[in-house]
């Protein structure tokens, strides 16, 4: 059986902005186990996203996650306090997915392991698939398949839970966190 590892952010890169910056990582056996969350995103002419969709909605996606058999690991940069380690922008970007997917492969039951990461400019997909490999040869992984991506449901779900956990951070409200904590893990 080969796992799946699906990859988003949340915030910001720049020193301005955001103070916090997120990458969450979902990781699962089965991408089935994501459909029924999946179903509940609303679907429009565009891509449904945690920050454009109603509260209801939002808290609807999170409660059919914490239902899953999935388990979730995040980053989360405090850019006021940690940017002399993570640097700023691309290598913020890099660092910060790069400790995700670490811990992500970490975290999964699996030798065979497909990551997918939300398709972005910060990183190119020979760079992310060197970093992955890499990363899958010192953690004794196979990677099946490594790829970013514009369009994929279980990225869609990880930006819901990247959105909750950079709620709970950047404004301090944990509801939306709080919905998720049962799946969060540690590795």
């Not at 980053?75 to 940017?83: R, S």
């Amino acid at each position: 059986m080969t796992g799946l590892i699906a990859i988003d952010e949340s915030g910001d890169l720049g020193p301005r902005g955001s103070r916090y910056f997120v990458v969450a990582a979902i990781v699962t056996d089965r991408s089935r186990h994501l459909l029924k969350a999946y179903k509940t995103i609303p679907k429009g002419n565009t891509e449904m996203k945690f920050y454009s969709v109603a509260y209801k909605d939002k808290k609807r996606v999170l409660t059919e996650v914490a239902g899953t058999n999935v388990r979730v690991v995040y980053v989360c940069v405090d850019k006021e306090k940690q940017i002399e380690t993570y640097g700023s922008g691309n290598e913020l970007y890099r660092r910060a997915l790069e400790e995700v997917i670490k811990s992500a492969l970490l975290v999964s039951q699996y030798k065979d392991v497909n990551v997918f990461v939300d398709k972005s400019r910060f990183i190119k997909n020979g760079d992310l698939k060197e970093m992955v490999n890499g990363l899958s040869q010192e953690l004794g992984k196979n990677i099946v398949k490594c790829d970013k991506v514009s369009s994929n449901k279980c990225v869609s779900i990880a930006d819901f839970v990247a959105g909750a956990i950079w709620t709970k951070y950047e404004t301090g409200n944990e509801e939306f966190f709080e919905t998720i904590k049962v799946v969060i893990r540690c590795p």
